[in-house]
């Protein structure tokens, strides 16, 4: 793993000295470079050659999503963007995605020291896998033809885990699937407000329903559930339908909601399905997933090439959980394919 080399990007400079302190605390993380605007930015990349860049949303002159587009059509670097949790803030965040940011974190302005010291202690190890991400691998979302033609649902579920770059993915890999999809649950780790917006997105441009994941929930084919909140787990009930269920419980090797406890649930419960774990950051999944493997379940992960942060993959590949690896084309075919009588 290589370590980050930080430049980071903010008109105000007190945020600035707050981040670089932070960052300089992080363990394999080192602040190389401060700068105000893009103007200053320009330069500093050139001269001290970061490979990461914390980049501020609203900056005077040229915005930070406007520098961002720059970066990422000259010259393809880390970029993790700082942004506030207001509505306009979200809609910027999913603009900043896709433009390549590897992940879009708030600036917890209005936190209390507790909070906002537990928030910006994140940061760190988002810059580190930043800098070990494949931004420079990174290829545009291609359109997909739905697979509705020959698609007779076989009564599979679909059970799927993502984090860092993770809405990247899930905007691409959605877009294959028709519009009667398999009853599909997807755990993310993302920022909650970030997660809302991107679900009304979806559900308002896929031909299949976009749903925020709610407790006692039948599945129901036609119907994605992405469960994203912080303070609740996600797992699957048997049954004719099966059931989606939140419950509370600590975090599950610091992760909440946990995929190895989705995953975990499917495999005792005897749920057929299929399962892939996506880009991310850490391990969670590979244990649950393998689990559903040895239960008989059809299992993928996103190939590690084509994964924006490869860690989450990789941990699922070495521990046999997957049976395969496949970039997003391959995985959507797959998938579907899973769950298709056909």
Request: hydrophobic share 45%; proline share 6%; glycine share 8%.
């Amino acid at each position: 793993m290589h370590e980050a080399r930080v430049l980071v990007v903010d008109d105000s400079a007190a945020m600035r000295a707050l981040f670089s302190d932070i960052l300089d605390q992080s363990k394999n993380v080192t602040v190389i470079g401060a700068a105000a605007n893009a103007a200053e930015a320009r330069e500093q990349i050139k001269e001290l050659r970061p490979n990461v860049v914390t980049l501020d949303v609203e900056m005077p002159g040229m915005s930070g999503i406007e520098f961002l587009e720059e970066i990422m059509g000259s010259n393809p670097l880390p970029v993790v963007m700082l942004s506030s949790l207001t509505q306009a803030g979200t809609e910027t965040s999913l603009k900043a995605y896709e433009l390549g940011a590897v992940e879009c974190f708030p600036k917890p302005l209005k936190a209390t020291p507790e909070q906002f010291s537990k928030t910006v202690g994140k940061l760190g190890k988002i810059v580190l896998a930043a800098a070990n991400s494949n931004v420079k691998d990174r290829k545009a979302p291609r359109e997909h033809k739905q697979a509705e033609a020959h698609f007779e649902w076989n009564g599979h579920l679909l059970a799927l885990s993502a984090s860092m770059g993770g809405i990247d993915a899930l905007t691409q890999l959605l877009s294959y699937f028709p519009e009667k999809c398999p009853p599909t649950v997807i755990a993310l780790n993302a920022e909650p407000g970030i997660v809302e917006t991107f679900i009304k997105r979806m559900d308002g441009e896929l031909k299949c329903n976009v749903k925020a994941a709610k407790d006692a929930t039948p599945l129901t084919q036609g119907t994605i559930h992405i469960a994203y909140d912080p303070e609740r787990h996600v797992v699957i009930e048997p049954g004719t339908p099966a059931k989606l269920r939140l419950i509370d419980r600590d975090p599950v090797d610091g992760m909440r909601p946990s995929a190895n406890l989705l995953y975990g649930s499917i495999a005792r419960g005897s749920v057929p399905a299929a399962g892939a774990i996506l880009t991310g950051m850490g391990a969670d999944g590979a244990k649950g997933l393998k689990l559903m493997r040895d239960n008989g379940c059809k299992t993928f992960a996103q190939a590690r090439q084509s994964a924006l942060v490869a860690e989450a993959p990789a941990a699922a590949i070495d521990a046999g959980a997957a049976e395969s690896e496949l970039d997003l084309d391959g995985l959507g075919e797959a998938l579907i394919a899973a769950c298709n009588i056909g």
